[in-house]
T-cell receptor
Framework: DAGITQSPRYKITETGRQVTLMCHQT?????MFWYRQDLGHGLRLIYY???????DKGEVPDGYVVSRSKTENFPLTLESATRSQTSVYFC?????????FGPGTRLTVL | AQSVTQLDSQVPVFEEAPVELRCNYS??????LFWYVQYPNQGLQLLLK??????LVKSINGFEAEFNKSQTSFHLRKPSVHISDTAEYFC????????????FGAGTILRVKS
C-alpha cells in the first residue's frame, strides 16, 4: 500500500543499547522528518532531511543519528538508549504543503 | 523562532454541543497553519490548513478554523460534536521553508460525553 510505514510499531530495549527505528515512504517525497511525542510537549522535531544524503538537526537531536541513502528510507538510530528517550516516534514526509505521518513507533527504554 | 500555544490541555463537552479549541502562535514571518487530529493509538491526520486566501477554512467532517492575523490565532470550532470526535487535536505552524517544517502545540484532548 502507498504511504508511510514505520517499523517496529513497538519496541522495548535496555539502557545503553543501540536501537534503529525504520521509516519508509512510497511517494518519493523529498522532505522527511522524525518527531517524538511526549505528554505535555506535543510533537518535537528531532531531525529532518531535504533529500538523499542531506539531513539537518531539529529541536531535540541529542542522542539520535539519522541517515538517508535512499529517498524512500529515513532510519533513526539511538546510539545508546536512555530512559529519557522513552517516547512515541513519528516519521513524516511532505507533499507540496502538507505533512503526512506514519503510524508511530512506541519505544520503551528500561 | 516560532511557537504555538494551545490554551486548553483538555476540553470536556457533551455530545451535540459546540466546541472551540484555542490556538495562538508567534512568528515573525508569514505562516502556514494546520490542525491535526490523533485518534487513540494512531498517527496524526491532517484536519484542515490555512495557506493563503480566505481566512476561514473548513474540514469535510464539520470542523472549521479562522486565521486571525491581528490576534495571531487559529482557533478550531465545531457547532455540534459527536462521540467520534473524541481525540487529541494539535495546532501547528510553519513558515513554509524546509518542506514545511512544523512547530506543534502541546495538544488538546477533546472528550465528548454522551
Amino acid at each position: 500500500d502507498a504511504g508511510i510505514t514505520q517499523s517496529p510499531r513497538y519496541k522495548i530495549t535496555e539502557t545503553g543499547r543501540q536501537v534503529t527505528l525504520m521509516c519508509h515512504q512510497t511517494w518519493s517525497h523529498s522532505y522527511m522528518f522524525w518527531y517524538r511525542q511526549d505528554l505535555g510537549h506535543g510533537l518535537r522535531l528531532i531531525y529532518y532531511s531535504a533529500a538523499a544524503d542531506i539531513t539537518d538537526k531539529g529541536e531535540v537531536p541529542d542522542g539520535y543519528v539519522v541517515s538517508r541513502s535512499k529517498t524512500e528510507n529515513f532510519p533513526l538510530t539511538l546510539e545508546s538508549a536512555t530512559r529519557s528517550q522513552t517516547s512515541v516516534y513519528f516519521c513524516a514526509s511532505t507533499s507540496t504543503d502538507t505533512q503526512y505521518f506514519g503510524p508511530g513507533t512506541r519505544l520503551t527504554v528500561l | 523562532a516560532q511557537s504555538v500555544t494551545q490554551l486548553d490541555s483538555q476540553v470536556p463537552v457533551f455530545e451535540e454541543a459546540p466546541v472551540e479549541l484555542r490556538c495562538n502562535y508567534s512568528s515573525s514571518v508569514s505562516v502556514y497553519l494546520f490542525w491535526y487530529v490523533q485518534y487513540p493509538n494512531q498517527g496524526l491526520q491532517l484536519l484542515l490548513k490555512y495557506l493563503s486566501g480566505s481566512t476561514l477554512v473548513k474540514s469535510i467532517n464539520g470542523f472549521e478554523a479562522e486565521f486571525n492575523k491581528s490576534q495571531t490565532s487559529f482557533h478550531l470550532r465545531k457547532p455540534s460534536v459527536h462521540i467520534s470526535d473524541t481525540a487529541e487535536y494539535f495546532c501547528a505552524v510553519s513558515d513554509g521553508e524546509y518542506g514545511n517544517k512544523l512547530v506543534f502545540g502541546a495538544g488538546t484532548i477533546l472528550r465528548v460525553k454522551s
